[in-house]
């Protein structure tokens, strides 16, 4: 797939994190503000073991995906900008560390976009991998089944989102992967780069020769090998330069 080109122009591959969905009111949860530092179960939460092991714990997941803003988010100036570059026709493919579904709501093609930690939206049974909408499993909780269980097999539902304690779906990085290598440029947005595998995907790309580009408030362990670091704020900063292709 190296140095492969359509049309001529170049194949932009977008890294982004949870910095890009903050305008759509969506918390960073390791941020300052966010959500680990307020709430003591918040790390069990998302913890596969705990969340299999405790009905409780369940319980109360299902009360804040119900509370949770998250889900009825809309994307932002910076989501509508990447869709809008796919729309102009540029070669674009997104590699996302978010499961907030928002690159698709501005109107990116699903095919386009790669969810590294899969998607909140989406709800999955662990037993015999049933899937079905958020939606749908919200309104149980709403009609009464506070842990509501797969309707196929009577087996724990959980969100189609990676926790912690479970792999990445291997063949979801080996995309991710064949797609850094063979963009020409790549743009880390909203991410410290901090969390492997994703962040060594900005090395993979410089290596391979690609323009490394960081677009991030703070400093990154990979600023050293990108040809430009821009710290202004994602909603301006990425419209603005994504207008260059
Ligand atoms: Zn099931």
């Known amino acids: 797939m190296n140095g492969g080109q359509a049309g001529g122009r170049p194949l932009v591959a977008i890294l982004s994190g949870a910095g890009i969905s903050t305008d759509s009111g969506i918390p960073d949860y390791r941020g300052p503000q966010g959500l680990w530092r307020r709430d003591p179960d918040a790390e069990k939460l998302v913890t596969y073991q705990f969340y299999m092991g405790d009905s409780e714990i369940r319980r109360k997941s299902w009360r804040m995906r119900q509370e949770s803003a998250a889900w009825r988010a809309r994307p932002n100036g910076a989501h509508q900008a990447v869709a809008e570059l796919a729309r102009r026709g540029t070669p674009v493919r997104v590699i996302t560390q978010n499961v907030d579904g928002l690159h698709q709501l501005a109107g990116l093609p699903d095919r386009k976009v790669l969810e590294l930690h899969g998607t909140a939206r989406a709800v999955v049974c662990t ?6 909408t958020l939606a749908a499993a919200l309104e149980r909780v709403d009609a009464g089944e506070p842990d509501p269980a797969c309707r196929d097999c009577g087996g724990i539902l959980k969100t189609a989102t990676v926790m912690f304690g479970e792999a990445l779906d291997s063949e979801v990085l080996t995309q991710a992967i064949a797609i850094t290598q063979a963009a020409q440029v790549f743009i880390a947005v909203g ?55």
Do not use: F
Not at 127 to 132: F, L, M, V
Not at 215 to 228: G, K, R, S
């Open 127 to 132: 037993d015999c991998g049933a899937r079905t």
């Open 191 to 245: 991410t410290t780069l901090q969390v492997q595998p994703a962040a060594s995907l900005a090395g993979v790309a410089a290596q391979h020769g690609a323009r490394l580009i960081i677009v991030n408030a703070e400093p990154t362990p990979y600023d050293d090998l990108a040809e430009e670091v821009i710290r202004e704020p994602i909603g301006t900063a990425l419209p603005e330069l994504l207008a260059r292709w």
